[in-house]
């Protein structure tokens, strides 16, 4: 990401954490339910009992107390930008693992089974389309298993002028470039799309 970009991000959530606490709206979320729903199509790429996952981009590690409430026995890791919000996880459950910084720096290294990425490509960058081919493409190569993310979609009937919606055939033909095995599921909500990426 570039470091311009970095600054916006972190300012925009920084500020959204002093005004809102710990809330779905801190995130960008406008229902509670429409984060939920999200991971629970994340959830359905595999079997995740017993594995490991990285949850790309974190933000509050939301996602942790969902697969715990589901009784998913995993091994999980956030990795997060924004410090007040890993400040945060730290303090109010200092058992989770999370790291911050910028998942594309190259120091950001590991192998998990499943790598995750919810709803963090919805602002605007300078390059938004590439940045998020990056992001996809590094997720792969860190995962044994698959991957799953999701991301606003060009099918939505409305745009904010800050918010990226990609495109869902561009993003599938992209991942097909990774791998054979792609799933594009768009079938949850009218205005978001999740891609499973398998190693096989
Ligand atoms: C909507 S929040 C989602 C957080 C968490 N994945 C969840 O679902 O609860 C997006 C997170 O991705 C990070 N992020 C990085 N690049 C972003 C971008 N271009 N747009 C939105 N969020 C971005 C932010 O730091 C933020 O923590």
Known sequence: ???KDRTAIIDHFEGLLSE???SHK???FGRPESQLRRFEMLAQVGDLDGSSVLDVFCGLADMYDF???NHLNVDY???EVVPAFVRHIRKARPQIKVEVGDFLEDSFQGEWDYVFASGIFYRRVSDSRELMQRSIAKMFRLCRKAVAFNSLSGYADRREADEFL???EDTFAFCK???PYVTLRHDYMPH???????KR
Do not use: I, K
């Not at 978001?192 to 398998?198: A, I, L, N, S």
């Open 67 to 69: 697969l715990r409430a």
């Open 20 to 22: 809102h606490g710990a």
């Open 77 to 79: 890791q956030g990795v």
């Open 1 to 3: 990401m570039q470091s």
């Open 192 to 198: 978001d799309f999740t891609v499973y990426m398998y």
């Open 166 to 168: 990609a495109s869902p």
């Open 177 to 179: 470039t990774l791998t």
């Open 26 to 28: 801190t995130l960008g």
